[in-house]
Nanobody
Framework: QVQLVESGGGLVQAGGSLRLSCAAS????????MGWYRQAPGSQRELVAR???????NYADSVKGRFTISRDNAKNTVYLQMNSLKLEDTAVYYC???????????WGKGTLVTVSS
């Protein structure tokens, strides 16, 4: 089992920045990917960014150039630096952990990001 605890959400004005963190604990020693998804009201959950244990990354087109995902393997923590935030970035952001060997997927409870005008 893997437990994920997110932090860093909140209210920010358009154009501002926020940094999300997600700490993983439990069975984190297997090869894995960590990432962030988001879900806006009335919309499906969508990938924002993910990062492999070797630091390979991929991003949704809508956040490229504005968001940066990184991880600290020693701390089992993944970060999402969000810059130049837009109103449409408002959503609940969920941390995701995929245990590649076991084929298991875990989710955090989510943290709300609200971008105001």
């Amino acid at each position: 089992q893997v437990q994920l605890v997110e932090s860093g959400g909140g209210l920010v004005q358009a154009g501002g920045s926020l940094r999300l963190s997600c700490a993983a604990s439990g069975s984190t020693f297997s090869p894995n990917t960590m990432g962030w998804y988001r879900q806006a009201p009335g919309s499906q959950r969508e990938l924002v960014a993910r990062i492999g244990i070797g630091a390979g990354t991929n991003y949704a087109d809508s956040v490229k150039g504005r968001f940066t995902i990184s991880r600290d393997n020693a701390k089992n923590t993944v970060y999402l630096q969000m810059n130049s935030l837009k109103l449409e970035d408002t959503a609940v952001y969920y941390c995701n952990f995929v245990d590649i060997l076991r084929g298991m997927e875990y989710w955090g409870k989510g943290t709300l990001v609200t971008v105001s005008s």
